[in-house]
Every structure is written in structure tokens, then in C-alpha cells.
């Protein structure tokens, strides 16, 4: 466990200039990116489109654990590619729910794919973390769990401004408001941080990537 003043550092590296500026730029890469993906031309033609829409959530997802992070060395950038790509594989779910590589077929499913479950995430992220323990990996993997949570909820997220959130087994939320989906997406790496500095298991991270990070 950190002392206090150590979780109080770290507390400030992840409201710095430098996260706060690159939240910023999040959120208006999801301003942006989004409407874009609106014009005529995109939406007329359903691969571009599909191809688009994966890509701009493994943007985000890549760009949301570069703001948890920061990217100092090698293996943080591994790590942000790792990201970028949990926040977009998730979508192969259509594939498997469709049983066909039809992407009409994928994209028209009688129902949401198992991986579009909202409570399914927390429910990932703590096997992980038991299974890390279990196995004595919670020292090179300890991040693993937090990205899983931060890549697919920002997918999810994202998601919900067309179909809502799916919290099975309770139902489905009306879908999300533009302007709330921009927002929990620029806040969601400071929510991931802060919750990381405030458990106090992950002080291996912190020589890792040079700062302060009780995960």
C-alpha cells in the first residue's frame, strides 16, 4: 500500500496539464470522428462503414490507456496497441452470434452479442485479476484487468448513443445523449487512474512507467 502522500502524487500526475490536454483532445477526436462517420458516403457503403466504426474505438481505446499511462518506452506503446485492440476485437461477437462472416448477416442479429453486455465487463475484469492472482502474474500483468475495463466500457460507451447500455440481466438504458458520451469517454482514463492509485496493488507499474501508480 502507498502512504499517503505518495497516493496524493499520484493523485496530481493524473489531473496534470499534459492528461487534462489529452482528455481534451479525446473528446473532440469523438466530436469529430463520429461525425464524420455520419456523412453520405460512409454510410452508404457498409464495409467502409464497419471498417470505420471498429477503427475509430480502437482509437479510443488506444488514446484512453496512453492518458492512463503515458507513453515512455517500448512497452508502453505495446500496451496502448494492446488496448486499441480489446477496444475493437469485442465486435467479433457479431461474427459469432451471425455464425456467418456475412457482415450483412452479423450486422443484422436478432439480438445484442454477448460481448455487448455491459455487466459482462466487471465481471471480466475481476476473473482476470483472481486468475492473475491465482497463477502469481499480478506483477507483469497487472495492468490487464483495468485496460480490459477501460477498453470495452469506452466501446460500450460509444455503443449506447445508437442502442443504449445492455445491463443484463436487467434490461436495456435508453440510448445516451450525444454530448454524455463524449464526456464519460474524455473522463473515463481519469476514472480508470484514480481508481488504479486508490486500490494499492500495482506499485510493480510504477518503476515501469516512471511515475507514481498504486494500481
Same mark, same amino acid.
Given at each position: 500500500m502507498?502512504?499517503?502522500?505518495? *497516493?496524493t502524487?499520484? +493523485?496530481?500526475q493524473?489531473?496534470?496539464?499534459?492528461?487534462?490536454l489529452?482528455?481534451?483532445?479525446?473528446?473532440?477526436?469523438?466530436? /469529430?470522428a463520429? @461525425?464524420? +462517420?455520419?456523412?453520405p458516403? /460512409?454510410?452508404?457503403?457498409?464495409?467502409p462503414?464497419a471498417?470505420?466504426?471498429?477503427a475509430?474505438h480502437g482509437?479510443i481505446?488506444m488514446?484512453?490507456?496512453?492518458?492512463?499511462v503515458?507513453v515512455? *518506452? *517500448?512497452?508502453?506503446? @505495446?500496451?496502448?496497441?494492446?488496448a486499441?485492440?480489446l477496444? !475493437?476485437?469485442i465486435? =467479433?461477437?457479431?461474427?459469432?452470434?451471425? @455464425?456467418?462472416?456475412?457482415?450483412k448477416?452479423?450486422?443484422t442479429?436478432?439480438r445484442?452479442?454477448?460481448?455487448h453486455?455491459s455487466?459482462?465487463?466487471?465481471?471480466?475484469?475481476l476473473?482476470l *485479476?483472481?486468475?492473475m492472482?491465482l497463477?502469481?502474474?499480478?506483477d507483469s500483468w497487472?495492468?490487464?484487468?483495468w485496460?480490459v475495463?477501460?477498453?470495452w466500457t469506452?466501446h460500450?460507451v460509444?455503443?449506447?448513443?445508437?442502442h443504449g447500455?445492455?445491463?443484463?440481466p436487467?434490461?436495456?438504458? !435508453?440510448?445516451l445523449?450525444?454530448?454524455?458520451?463524449v464526456? =464519460?469517454?474524455a473522463?473515463l482514463?481519469h476514472?480508470?487512474?484514480l481508481?488504479?492509485?486508490?486500490?494499492g496493488?500495482r506499485?510493480?507499474?510504477?518503476?515501469k512507467?516512471?511515475?507514481?501508480?498504486d494500481v
Amino acid at each position: 500500500m502507498a502512504s499517503e502522500a505518495e *497516493k496524493t502524487q499520484a +493523485l496530481l500526475q493524473s489531473c496534470s496539464a499534459e492528461s487534462l490536454l489529452s482528455s481534451l483532445g479525446l473528446g473532440i477526436f469523438c466530436l /469529430v470522428a463520429d @461525425r464524420l +462517420l455520419q456523412v453520405p458516403v /460512409v454510410q452508404q457503403n457498409p464495409w467502409p462503414r464497419a471498417l470505420a466504426d471498429n477503427a475509430v474505438h480502437g482509437v479510443i481505446g488506444m488514446w484512453s490507456w496512453a492518458i492512463v499511462v503515458g507513453v515512455k *518506452k *517500448k512497452t508502453d506503446l @505495446r500496451e496502448v496497441v494492446l488496448a486499441g485492440f480489446l477496444a !475493437s476485437v469485442i465486435d =467479433v461477437d457479431h461474427f459469432f452470434l451471425a @455464425r456467418s462472416l456475412s457482415l450483412k448477416a452479423a450486422l443484422t442479429l436478432p439480438r445484442r452479442p454477448f460481448l455487448h453486455c455491459s455487466t459482462v465487463i466487471p465481471a471480466v475484469a475481476l476473473t482476470l *485479476k483472481f486468475t492473475m492472482h491465482l497463477f502469481k502474474l499480478k506483477d507483469s500483468w497487472c495492468f490487464l484487468p483495468w485496460m480490459v475495463f477501460l477498453s470495452w466500457t469506452s466501446h460500450h460507451v460509444r455503443d449506447g448513443i445508437r442502442h443504449g447500455l445492455w445491463m443484463c440481466p436487467f434490461g436495456t438504458t !435508453s440510448p445516451l445523449p450525444f454530448w454524455l458520451y463524449v464526456v =464519460v469517454t474524455a473522463s473515463l482514463p481519469h476514472v480508470c487512474s484514480l481508481a488504479m492509485h486508490f486500490t494499492g496493488t500495482r506499485q510493480v507499474m510504477s518503476s515501469k512507467h516512471g511515475v507514481r501508480i498504486d494500481v
